[in-house]
């Protein structure tokens, strides 16, 4: 499986970015997807997973933030609304060949290369 991530890039604080990840290879309906995120001289977070249990977000990006998939296409979507100098970061998508959600980035078996957001204040 390889993942693609785009969509990242300059915005004001406050304003909107749409991710998209798209998936080649072999995806199967009950593998999870998540978004995670890499702020300057910060630890890989969390950011949002989806699967078929339903979707899970990291507190700080709840209202603010959708995560979605496109069944047809493999592609999994983060809406990132009212975007906050906080968000910087180069985000990274991911895939786990299991329905359960998690945070835990490394029980993600394959990684994107990552897309750069970054919001001015």
């Known amino acids: 499986v390889q993942l693609q991530a785009s969509g990242g890039g300059l915005v004001q604080a406050g304003g909107s970015l749409r991710l998209s990840c798209a998936a080649s290879?072999?995806?199967?309906?009950?593998?999870?997807r998540g978004w995670f995120r890499r702020a300057p001289g910060k630890e890989r977070e969390f950011v949002a997973a989806?699967?078929?249990?339903?979707?899970t977000y990291t507190d700080s990006v709840k209202g603010r933030f959708t995560i979605s998939r496109d069944g047809a296409s493999n592609t999994v979507y983060l809406q990132m609304d009212n975007l906050k100098p906080e968000d910087t970061a180069v985000y990274y998508c991911a895939v786990r060949t299991s329905d359960i959600l998690t945070s835990r980035g490394e029980l993600y078996a394959n990684w994107g290369q990552g897309t750069q957001v970054t919001v001015s204040s």
């Open positions: 290879g072999r995806i199967f309906s009950h593998y999870s």
């Open positions: 989806i699967g078929r249990r339903g979707n």
